[in-house]
């Protein structure tokens, strides 16, 4: 079966992508599928490369990074990125192939490419069209894990309007209902990017100012003090799994996108150290996460976690990273399913809700 994995994309987070694509070419079973890598150019082109086999193994992540050219060339060893060719979106469409968008971020794992994909009529790994979008919306994934009874820190939605044209209501708002350090994010972004850390309002402003840079809509949170940051990973479509929960211990206060990806100065704990009682809670609150924003295949369910043992559910992120350094491949192998396993696990979840999802259309036109 071919996988066409597809990755970069015009978010923020298109370096990510690439070390996500990269570290599943190095562990997908070659021995049932050959990959068919796609490359999104930071401006939105769509770019096909050479089919990948066990013998062609990629030296590096930047060997991923295509560039235009006429025909398809795969890259030698010592060179540090290959050549592909320029395509439409909907050619990809294919018998026997499944799709592996290692996308994050806007126009990845919002519900856009979901909804082409659907289109199509092809098997995705990951979250559906409604499941994406939802989680993407740290406003509206609030909104629904409220009704699903799930704690979570107070917060404060800013529409771009709002802060356009009633800035003093905005601060009005915010220090009225929370108090600093606040937490201010773009309301759809991932990998924290574009998050900053206020202590009053002068950084209140440069925070938001930030944040609306990436997004129409930002989020003003409630800080914790001395809260720990829990992560559980999430597998399965109606039959669900979770993980060990594992624990980001951080040598910076703050954990923004330079510590996280280049820097690294996070460290994993796996599993975490807490009790069977608070463990037993954050893993039932990451299924219910899942099942309230219809979610499939895979998620990370982001927690904090305070000193007293109270937990707040954080956000959930349907396509976590797979890079060297992420958690969600590292909370299954201290689980018991390792790298390869789980994309194979990946793989047959996306081929089952297909095939779930072509009989509900059969019925729906008889």
């Avoid at 082109?45 to 930047?62: C, F, M, S, T």
């Avoid at 629904?144 to 704690?151: D, E, S, V």
């Avoid at 219910?288 to 000193?307: H, K």
Wanted: charge should be negative.
């Amino acid at each position: 079966m071919k996988i066409f994995l597809i990755y970069g994309g015009k978010s923020a987070e298109h370096d990510i992508s690439i070390l996500t694509a990269y570290s599943i070419t190095q562990e997908v079973y070659y021995q049932y599928y050959e990959i068919e890598p796609v490359y999104i150019t930071r401006d939105g082109q769509w770019v096909k490369g050479p089919v990948i086999h066990q013998a062609d193994k990629l030296r590096n992540a930047e060997s991923l990074r295509l560039s235009v050219g006429k025909e398809a060339v795969f890259a030698q060893k010592d060179q540090e990125s290959s050549i592909g060719v320029l395509i439409e979106p909907s050619s990809i469409k294919s018998e026997d192939a499944v799709i592996f968008p290692a996308l994050h971020g806007p126009n990845g794992e919002d519900g856009t490419v979901q909804g082409l994909f659907e289109v199509l009529g092809m098997p995705y790994v990951g979250a559906g069209v409604l499941a994406s979008a939802v989680g993407m919306d740290k406003i509206v994934s609030k909104q629904l894990f409220q009704q699903a009874g799930l704690p979570q820190v107070p917060y404060v939605p800013v529409p771009k309007r709002y802060w356009l044209h009633q800035r003093e209501d905005v601060y009005n708002r915010c220090e009225g209902t929370l108090i600093y350090p606040m937490f201010v994010k773009p309301a759809n972004l991932g990998s924290s990017v574009g998050i900053s850390k206020a202590e009053n309002r002068e950084e209140l402003t440069e925070a938001i100012n930030l944040a609306f840079q990436y997004d129409r809509r930002v989020i003003v949170e409630q800080g914790l003090q001395e809260a720990r940051e829990i992560e559980v990973a999430v597998l399965g479509n109606d039959d669900i799994h979770t993980s060990v929960p594992g624990e980001l211990v951080k040598s910076v206060e703050f954990y923004d996108y330079e510590s996280k990806y280049i820097n690294n100065d996070v460290r994993m704990q796996i599993p975490a150290t807490l009790s069977e009682e608070t463990t037993e809670k954050i893993r039932e609150y990451a299924v219910r996460a899942f099942q309230a924003i219809d979610g499939s295949g895979l998620s990370r369910c982001d927690f904090f976690v305070t000193s007293n043992s109270e937990i707040f559910i954080n956000e959930v992120n349907t396509m976590p990273g797979f890079t060297q350094f992420s958690m969600y491949p590292s909370l299954w192998k201290q689980t018991g399913l390792s790298y390869g396993d789980l994309i194979e696990e990946l793989i047959q979840l996306a081929l089952r809700r297909a095939e779930e999802r072509s009989q509900y259309q059969q019925k729906n036109h008889q």
